[in-house]
């Protein structure tokens, strides 16, 4: 080893001595002079010293010389040279104890394992001296930091004949330890045993058995058998080497064991004994199959000795039903190697939905292209709330003085969703050339109030109400009419009872109602649309599901999807592809025609009972709704901040308004936007949602926003007190929000009532962060901030002047779980409250108001 000395240079020195003494009790004495490379030079201010031991200490001093003498000595710097690690201890061990094949594993323990950095591992052959290196088998930082010190090198590259010397060396920088002690191998002959035979059933009449050939000396393998419980085994077959297989004749139900031996000149090594049972039955499909639609043919295989322009059809079985392929009992895996549960093969129940089943379209039930697909469903809702209600005409509690009676509610609804589809179909991308698909749903609902004359107009009725229906949610029929290309772009026709979303977050028109719908989409699917006509069927009051009776209220839609529409721009800009962002424009028409509707519990819902909706003992003035609505919007990401967007514009005319009392032109505006940038598994996102008021309600211009039946997803949607919650306007039909939806519109009922364009609108601020915690668990957190846009409308109806446009605090958080990972099983919970702002608490109160959840859904 050597070391390397440096110092400051001394005046008028023409030469340095450098001094060393090695431990503490030895003299100073001289290693090497310093002197100048050329005269006349200085001399240079380092030196060397290249005689070190391993693991010794060392102090070293300067002297500076010139023609007068020494000076006085510098000062002293000690220096300890590295320890080489300690000797490793080395033991030899075999693969497989039992047998005696060419193949050792190299086990040793590093006695320092905070200090060695590698192992160099050198064999020899026996009593040769004549060392050679393996390989260096390197520590990783995890190794040191654990102080792991067993450590283990496989050698399979080894005569089998020949005995072999092994040793290791520690290494720790510059240093080694000493050799280890020496290991040694004997000579090995015999084979390896064959490893993981298994044995699966072929058919009914083969068994298939299959092992891992290990051995590398082998002359053959020899295949035997026996009943369980017996001694004596029975020769099946004399194999070659690098045998891997081997198909056994077997008889339906026998049970058998079997066992694979290595062969050869020096010896034998069997493998462990492994049962199996050849199936009872012939192979069949998996699944549940259910019986199948197409008449069979013959299925005999016939073969010819001289081939014709039929011989293809001579020498194959016809297989009339091409999904029903059969598909012996068969066991991939020995199974001692993996989980039972995660073996591919599956016989199929018709309790488990993601085995092949028949009721799930995986078998056609007609012909070869006529499938069926059941689904089953229960969704439960537990709820608790909070919002304000008057005491009536008849309070619950007759000695309170108080306007508002108790506020609190509890809600439970249980939906049992049975939907049944037969459709036809050939491959997994084209369309379905033709559908039914029907869903009904059985509701039962309780709400429990703590208030008369809520439940029913008629007090009589109390605090509480169990009510229950049956409807038809989808009644439908899909024909495709024409392919538009090869990329499978197509127009179909539906025709029924359907669901129809007409923007990205519900804000308009999101309803499952009777119409019929032409729907297209072109370029490979970039562009999308449809055209739609509604006939609106009326809602029960309790539940919000269809009833069987027609209203008059029509709704026509159109609406484009472009996919993608910056790509080109984007190409063109700056020659990439700019994708994600997909852009919408739509139209709606609402011809919601003159009527009187009271609803299940006897309120007046049509027209809304506020203002001049009735005259005195006559009959409701009943309005008609002509509005039309264009929409912009867009949905995606730019980049990496993700953007949902949506604007509409409506016009048109309102024949008469129960609050002005007067047709009304109707002109207003709605805007919402929701920007949003993911970080791994979390979403930090802000909204905006703007929706027109009206500022003068006297004058004939409406200018307050209503949607046609909303039900958005937007700023915590389903989990905000504020979306979530319908809140009554005191002493009138009307309500200052219906349930899910954001829209402060003052209608009598979303699913019931009409839009009402005379409103005070609203401005929505939102921040919120959604977080994917696990693929089990979603949360959602958000803040909103509301205020009316204009108080106009309420000042008039409630008779009230200089309400303040603050409505309040909207907190909310939502929980979602899947245990499963899968849509079966769905857990979601959510709260909400509502801090009430200036605005609020001059029409009702400043009481919290709360919203609180739990839902299950179970799918099958």
Sequence with gaps: ?????????????????????????????????????????????????????????????????????????????????????????????????????????????????????????????????QWEKLDDLRKSRKDKKSGKADFEFFDDAIDPETAYDYRVVAREKLTESPPSAVARTAPRGAPRAPRDLRVGAFSTEVAQLRWRDVSRNEDGYLVERRRPGSEEWTELARLPADATSYSAAVQPGEAWEYRVRALNSRGEAASPVVGGRAPRRDAAPLGVVGPSGVTRGPTGVTRTAQATPDAWRENFSALPDRWRITFPEWDRYPEQLVDPEEKPYEEGSWLNPYTQSVIKGDYPVLGNDIFFNLELQSDTLAEGRAFPIPSGVSTAEPSDPQFFGDFDQFLFNQNFVISAELFQGDTAFRPKDFAVKLTGVGNINYLKAFEDNLVDIDVREGEDRVDGVFALQEALIDKHLVDLGSSY???????????????????????????VRLQTNYLSNRLQLNLAWFHQLEKDTNSGLNTFDLRPQHVFVANLYFQDVFKELGRALTGHDV?????????????????????????LVRPTKIGAATSSFG????????????????????????????????????????????????LAHFFALELSVDVDWLRFKGSYLYASGDPNPTNGRASGFSAIFDNPFFAGSGFSYFNRQNVPLVQTGAQLTNRLSLLPDLRSSKTQGQSNF??????????????????????DFNVNFLYFDNTAPLELVLVQGDIDRSIGVDYNVGVQYRPFLTDNVIVTAGAGALVPGEGFRAIYSAKTLYSGFLALTLTY
């Design 619 to 666: 009959p409701p003035n009943e309005k008609e709704l002509r509005i039309h609505y264009l929409g912009w919007g867009g949905e995606g990401h730019i980049g990496p901040l993700n953007i949902s967007h949506q604007y509409y514009l409506a016009w048109g005319q309102e024949s008469f308004n129960e609050i002005s009392g007067e047709k009304q032109d109707v």
């Design 489 to 515: 772009d197509f127009i179909t026709l539906i025709a029924g009872v359907q669901r129809f979303q007409s923007d990205f977050r519900g804000f308009n028109f999101f309803d499952n109602n009777l119409g």
């Design 758 to 779: 005379v409103n005070p609108g609203l401005h929505l601020f939102n921040v919120g962060m959604s977080a994917r915690v696990t693929p089990k668990l979603f949360v």
């Design 579 to 603: 994708l994600g962002y997909t852009l919408l424009l739509n139209y709606h028409y609402n011809l919601d025609q003159r009527s009187t509707e009271y609803d299940d519990n006897g309120f």
């Design 1 to 129: 080893m050597t070391a390397k000395i440096s110092w400051r240079s001394s005046a008028g020195a023409t030469s340095y001595r450098v001094e060393r003494a090695r431990g503490e009790g030895e003299d100073f004495a001289p290693v090497v002079e310093v002197k100048p490379a050329k005269e006349g030079e200085p001399p240079e201010t380092k030196a060397e010293d290249p005689s070190l031991e391993i693991g010794a200490s060392y102090r070293y001093r300067v002297v500076a010389l010139n023609a007068a003498g020494a000076s006085e000595p510098s000062s002293v710097e000690e220096l300890q040279t590295l320890r080489p690690p300690s000797e490793v201890r080395a033991s030899l061990a075999v693969i497989d104890s039992d047998t005696h094949e060419a193949e050792v594993t190299l086990t040793w323990t590093d006695a320092e394992p905070e200090r060695s950095d590698k192992f160099t591992i050198e064999r020899a052959r026996h009593g040769s001296g």
